[in-house]
Nanobody, 125 residues
Framework: QVRLVESGGGSVQAGGSVRLSCAASGITVSSACMGWFRQAPGKERDGVAGVSIVGFTKCADSVKGRFTISRDNAKNTLYLQMNSLKPEDTAMYYC???????????????????WGQGTQVTVSS
């Protein structure tokens, strides 16, 4: 059974940084296609960053240069480092796994099978 547990969310001022963690069980993070998504109130859930099975990464244009996705194989944990945060980054952030991207990271919600419960990030101006 796959379980994904996010942590690290909270409130931060604009320009600050937050690192989200996604502790995984039932899958091996080092060989899994995984990603981070976010959903703001009244909006659809959007892909933020993804990592392919072999480790290639991709970020959405809205966060490129500010966010970094990485994984710690020893801890079986996926991370999202978020720098230079903006109020528009405020959202519930979700970890996801189970996509089929061997070399290509995936940012489409429909391509993921497993989801965490989410962690809230609030950025104030």
């Amino acid at each position: 059974q796959v379980r994904l547990v996010e942590s690290g969310g909270g409130s931060v001022q604009a320009g600050g940084s937050v690192r989200l963690s996604c502790a995984a069980s039932g899958i091996t993070v080092s060989s899994a296609c995984m990603g981070w998504f976010r959903q703001a109130p009244g909006k659809e859930r959007d892909g933020v960053a993804g990592v392919s099975i072999v480790g290639f990464t991709k970020c959405a244009d809205s966060v490129k240069g500010r966010f970094t996705i990485s994984r710690d194989n020893a801890k079986n944990t996926l991370y999202l480092q978020m720098n230079s945060l903006k109020p528009e980054d405020t959202a519930m952030y979700y970890c996801a796994a189970g996509c089929a991207g061997y070399t290509t990271p995936r940012l489409a919600e429909s391509e993921y099978n497993y989801w965490g419960q989410g962690t809230q990030v609030t950025v104030s101006s």
